[in-house]
């Protein structure tokens, strides 16, 4: 029974880094950047619903910074940063409605300095945090949450308990 569980775990994973890749990438001109909005951030709320949904999320902003030749430290911490953040959803779980804020607070506070030093941006930190949160916000707080009132309904179905 826990081989059937952590293949199912793997599985789902993987599913979720695959969709954030391609949503990232169906995407690309408006996921990366000063003014960006990632859409596959709203898949961020999905560790209200499974865990696997942390290391997924953070293989898919792996291979989506990867494969979309973002700079090495944006690779690296945008996508420590989606970890943290998905952890936080995690822990946060049993509060519905703030899943959504761990990874706003993790991008607004890493990716600005991503963009200074990986890119030499040169916009005031203040303006980047503004738009890095404010991305975030829509992608997660308003995207995310309207993906988790759509996928509760059907929770038992999609996500199996393990």
Request: with cysteine; charged share 10%; proline share 6%.
């Amino acid at each position: 029974m826990k081989r059937e569980n952590t293949a199912y775990q793997i599985t789902c994973a993987a599913v979720i880094a695959a969709i954030y890749v391609a949503l990232t990438l169906m995407f690309l001109p408006i996921a990366y950047g000063p003014i960006s909005f990632r859409i596959s951030e709203l898949l961020c709320i999905l560790p209200y619903f499974t865990p696997a949904a942390v290391p997924g999320l953070f293989v898919g902003c792996f291979l989506a910074n990867f494969f979309a030749g973002a700079a090495a430290i944006d690779v690296i911490f945008g996508s420590l940063a989606t970890l943290v953040g998905a952890w936080g959803s995690y822990r946060l779980r049993r509060h519905k409605w703030l899943v959504c804020l761990p990874p706003i607070a993790a991008n607004t506070m890493v990716i600005p300095w991503v963009l200074r030093f990986a890119y030499g941006n040169e916009e005031l930190m203040p303006v980047l945090t503004f738009t890095i949160f404010l991305s975030e916000a829509i992608a997660v707080g308003v995207l995310g949450n309207a993906l988790l009132l759509a996928l509760d309904k059907y929770k038992n179905l999609i996500f199996r308990r393990a």
